[in-house]
T-cell receptor, first 114, second 111 residues
Framework: NAGVTQTPKFRILKIGQSMTLQCTQD?????MYWYRQDPGMGLKLIYY???????DKGEVPNGYNVSRSTTEDFPLRLELAAPSQTSVYFC?????????????FGPGTRLTVL | DQQVKQNSPSLSVQEGRISILNCDYT??????FLWYKKYPAEGPTFLIS?????DKNEDGRFTVFLNKSAKHLSLHIVPSQPGDSAVYFC??????????FGKGTRLSVIA
């Protein structure tokens, strides 16, 4: 199992550009999440999904969009990038149910918007 | 309004001694608590968890204590090793809602 994979690892965007952060998991997990981590801060939830075709907003969804067309993939779309979106982005997943709430994280994507 | 608080941004401990990382929460409906460890340039990795029906869970050198009346949990690492140097995040959840994370505590274990 590769676990949770994220691409790209690094990206520099200009203000106003758009991009998609890719996230894939091969553990057949129902739940997937996108977090951002700013320096000195914890992980803030952007969007999450409880299964294919279902997505919900987290704490900081503005400026982002997601889709979940398959169980494996949960891409995060940034439209009109802004400097405030400079951050490290983590994708995570878990099976859910009972005690299966341990989240597995990807290695992160470091995004800089200039 | 932070529901999960880690009030110590950093902690330094001598190798071989005990490390105690603290976490406070405000939501009395949280029923499951987790600790994650994060090295630089990597994603967080799960360390240990505890259900609200327990007050202690142990896994090797790591023990988590939960005091529900005080809304406080702590992670004990004994003995501390240099490889334990990392950022530790406390997280909590209510039912099947997403985890809520604290800001993290950076642990430095000095050889």
């Amino acid at each position: 199992n590769a676990g949770v994979t994220q691409t790209p690892k690094f990206r520099i965007l200009k203000i106003g550009q758009s991009m998609t952060l890719q996230c894939t998991q091969d553990m057949n997990h129902n739940y997937m999440y996108w977090y951002r981590q700013d320096p000195g801060m914890g992980l803030k939830l952007i969007y999450y999904s409880v299964g294919a075709g279902i997505t919900d907003k987290g704490e900081v969804p503005n400026g982002y969009n997601v889709s979940r067309s398959t169980t494996e993939d949960f891409p995060l779309r940034l439209e009109l990038a802004a400097p405030s979106q400079t951050s490290v982005y983590f994708c995570a997943s878990n099976k859910g149910g009972g005690s299966l709430w341990e989240q597995f994280f990807g290695p992160g994507t470091r995004l800089t918007v200039l | 309004d932070q529901q999960v608080k880690q009030n110590s941004p950093s902690l330094s401990v001598q190798e071989g001694r005990i490390s105690i990382l603290n976490c406070d929460y405000t939501n009395s409906m949280f029923d499951y608590f987790l600790w994650y460890k994060k090295y630089p340039a990597e994603g967080p990795t799960f360390l240990i968890s505890i259900s609200s029906i327990k007050d202690k869970n142990e896994d090797g050198r790591f023990t988590v204590f939960l005091n529900k009346s005080a809304k406080h949990l702590s992670l004990h690492i004994v003995p501390s090793q240099p490889g334990d140097s990392a950022v530790y995040f406390c997280a909590a959840r209510e039912g099947n809602t997403p985890l809520v994370f604290g800001k993290g505590t950076r642990l430095s274990v000095i050889a």
